[in-house]
């Protein structure tokens, strides 16, 4: 049985809460994230396993990348990351996770580009139960109007991480 290691970390949108295996980080949420329990559960239940506070050493990693990212000067991460998921989410955690800083998407162009354009409500589902947030980037993904919807770490924080990178790009 494998243990999931946690600890808080602070950034400038609010403190997050990590989770790490030797894999890599397999959850990272804003600690007032809505559900965030469910979240836990999940994980937990996925990986059949405890969650303690303990340090790993993705931790290091991770809180470094993010600082850069912060003070914009990281444009991608390179820390491990863990997902527990099914094959469509994870297809569409990965698609995530090619959408350029600084770009963003439709929930209707990611099921496109999945190949299955009827998808769009799985997509926007999967989304929602994305547990690793900023570095699987499901804050570039949007509504087909233009606007900015289903971010379970609150839309301003949405618009501030879409805000920051526009501005580490140029």
């Known amino acids: ?9 602070s950034t400038p949108l609010g403190e997050m809460i990590a989770c790490a295996v030797d894999q890599g980080i397999c959850l990272l ?3 007032d994230r809505k559900n965030i329990e469910k ?7 996925a990986l059949q396993s405890e969650i303690i506070k303990k340090e790993h050493k993705h931790f290091r990693q991770l809180e470094t990348e ?11 991460f390179e820390v491990p990351v863990f997902t ?7 297809k569409v955690w990965k698609l995530l996770r090619e959408i350029p800083m600084g770009e963003i998407r ?13 998808a769009i409500r799985a ?11 900023i570095l ?10 233009g606007e900015l919807v289903g971010y379970a770490g609150g839309i301003w924080r949405k618009q501030k991480l879409l805000e920051l990178e526009k501005a580490i790009l140029f």
Do not use: D
């Not at 993010?66 to 991608?76: H, N, T, V």
């Not at 439709?106 to 299955?116: A, P, R, V």
């Open 1 to 9: 049985m494998e243990t999931i290691y946690q600890k808080t970390i």
């Open 29 to 31: 949420e804003f600690t």
């Open 39 to 45: 979240q836990f559960k999940s994980l937990s239940k």
């Open 66 to 76: 993010l600082g850069e990212y912060f003070e914009g000067k990281r444009k991608q």
């Open 84 to 90: 527990t998921g099914t094959e469509f989410q994870e």
């Open 106 to 118: 439709t929930y209707k162009q990611q099921s496109e580009f999945l190949g299955n354009p009827k």
């Open 123 to 133: 997509v926007g589902t999967a989304n929602g139960i994305n547990k690793i947030a």
């Open 136 to 145: 699987i980037p499901c804050h570039r993904v949007i509504g087909s109007n």
